[in-house]
């Protein structure tokens, strides 16, 4: 067999390794399926082929975000730039929207289902995991902007307010899409909404949530804790 027939079989069992993973870890959780179970389910012969081709299951973890999160990051990277363009970096609704709309087009639907963002839900906080370090590779650099930029609007705040803004954020939007990633996989049902209204409402409501003046009991504990 050719060198080039060699390599080729070895990418396809990489991003077969790769898509099996996210399913498996999508549906079972981080902790409930192993490497040599996600090899078996890729069909592979040698049960330690996921150790081979990725050393670790956070190597594996990385890989199925990378594997995804290069087309995302690009749309992410291209809506900021023109956010930045127009003059509107506090714009919290186009800021929201840089984060969620590249992320929702990993949805899928019943006839192509998807498991990317439930796995990401999942894995996200896994320690040394590319979203535990949005800086360090080029597939996360939209994020890392992202960040910055939802900071700078939220100056008014300090700096531990904004970050549990940002996380609070992220987590409502990440696990809304993750529910609804689930949800087109099953019959229909007569309170699911149509794509495009169920975005402008998670928006609508992922705005709302970041930037909330604190109330005067908020401002009250914290007025405490300070003293």
């Not at 080729?8 to 870890?25: Q, S, V």
């Not at 099953?186 to 309170?191: V, Y």
């Amino acid at each position: 067999m050719s060198s080039d027939g060699v390599n080729d079989r070895g990418a396809t069992a990489r991003r077969t390794l790769i898509e099996t993973a996210e399913r498996m870890y999508a549906e079972r959780g981080i902790n409930g399926v192993s490497l040599r179970q996600i090899g078996a389910a890729a069909g592979q012969l040698n049960t330690g082929a996921a150790r081979y081709h990725f050393g670790s299951k956070v190597g594996l973890i990385n890989a199925v975000f990378e594997h995804r999160m290069g087309p995302i990051n690009a749309m992410r990277i291209e809506m900021l730039d023109a956010v930045e363009a127009d003059g509107e970096g506090g714009s919290m609704r186009r800021l929201v929207e840089a984060f969620l709309l590249p992320l929702a087009t990993a949805l899928g639907d019943r006839k192509r289902p998807s498991w990317y963002i439930r796995f990401a839900v999942a894995a996200g906080a896994v320690g040394g995991a590319a979203p535990t370090k949005l800086a360090g590779q080029e597939w996360t650099r939209g994020m890392d902007r992202l960040r910055r930029l939802v900071f700078d609007a939220l100056a008014t705040d300090s700096v531990p307010h904004r970050e549990l803004r940002w996380q609070l954020c992220l987590s409502y939007v990440a696990h809304a899409l993750a529910d609804r990633e689930a949800l087109v996989q099953q019959p229909p049902r007569g309170h699911f909404l149509p794509h495009d209204v169920f975005l402008s409402t998670l928006t609508d409501t992922a705005v709302a949530l970041i930037s909330a003046p604190a109330s005067p009991a908020t401002r009250h504990v914290t007025e405490g804790a300070r003293s």
